[in-house]
């Protein structure tokens, strides 16, 4: 039996284009192009939904026919609903453009999700967990939506997670503030760079061990290198499972709650198994177009 989870992050619509080739400045590339659910947060809550998990997603919409379909897409995971609607906002939008061998690159355009606020996300008693996609603290305008989620579930003895979303947004926002405003989190899930760029540390495991001491455990993902796991003295490495690489959108979404679900039972599983756990739906996740 696991805790049941609030998940508070964004629900997008993505635009996924995968070219047939390398990008073509100033011309033409034929491309398969598709229309998927979503953004981090909603993407966290559906993988967990599908595995049973007892979740809800809090987070915002525009009032249209996109925002209805990720609700009906969240639903159909099993996914309880937190969900506010602006009328005068759309919702949000990801284009992503992946190339051949899976990299992407991201145009974000967040609509409705920056309009979050704290009574938006419901309260997380203790005993429960709180994920928190870390595109939440990146903005001003959600932002205390996001600080205020954490600070209610560390008052009421919750576990929580977070993801730093990203490294662009992130340099952007400060390193210290973020280091200050997300010191209590119970596991943090970082990728290589974000890990680097926390901690200033060339090599990863450097950059796991040194963020580690400022939270009980840390999962860092290294693409088709694995993921490490460090909590105290240990530090683990696990390979990724082999796939076919067709779009890399949201595999970090897909290792969160692959983990997570593991992380959240009890007993709680051995590390190795927690990322085996991740790695294993991350490797559902890139073998097929867009991020769930």
């Given amino acids: 039996m696991r805790p049941p989870v609030v998940v508070v ?3 997008a619509t993505d635009v996924v284009a995968v070219l047939s080739g390398e990008p073509a400045p100033g011309s033409d590339r034929p491309a398969s192009i598709r229309v998927r659910g979503g953004g981090a947060g909603a993407n966290v809550a559906v993988h967990l ?3 049973g998990v007892p979740v809800t997603f809090a987070g915002c919409i525009g009032a249209d026919a996109a925002g209805s379909a990720l609700l009906g897409e969240l639903t159909a995971a099993g996914v309880d609903l937190a969900v506010r609607v602006i009328p005068a906002a759309a919702t949000g939008t990801i284009v992503s453009l992946v190339e051949p061998g899976g990299q992407r690159s991201m145009l974000a355009d967040r609509g409705a999700n920056l309009d979050l606020r704290p009574e938006d996300v419901p309260g997380t008693a203790s005993g429960e967990h709180l994920h928190l996609s870390g595109y939440t603290l990146l ?3 959600p932002r205390r939506a996001g600080l205020a989620a954490l600070a209610a579930a560390t008052a009421a003895g919750a576990t929580t997670s977070l993801d730093p979303a990203s490294t662009g947004p ?3 926002y400060g390193v210290d503030r973020w280091l200050t405003d997300t010191a209590g989190v119970t596991l943090l899930l970082p990728n290589a ?4 760029l926390l901690t200033g540390c060339a090599d990863v495991t450097d950059a796991a061990r040194a963020l580690a001491g400022r939270h009980p455990a840390v999962a860092v993902t ?3 290198d694995g993921a490490l796991w460090c909590a105290g003295d240990l530090l683990l490495h696990r390979p990724a499972r082999p796939a076919e ?3 890399t959108t949201g595999a970090g979404d897909a290792f969160t709650a692959g983990l997570l679900a593991a992380w959240l039972t009890d007993p709680r599983p051995a590390p190795a198994d927690l990322l085996d756990a991740g790695l294993a739906l991350a490797a559902e996740a890139v073998a097929r177009p867009g991020a769930r």
């Fill in 139 to 141: 903005d001003p305008r």
């Fill in 49 to 51: 939904g599908r595995l």
């Fill in 9 to 11: 992050g964004d629900a």
């Fill in 245 to 247: 690489v067709v779009d």
């Fill in 170 to 172: 992130l340099t952007g």
């Fill in 222 to 224: 290294l693409g088709a």
């Fill in 193 to 196: 760079d974000e890990a680097r």
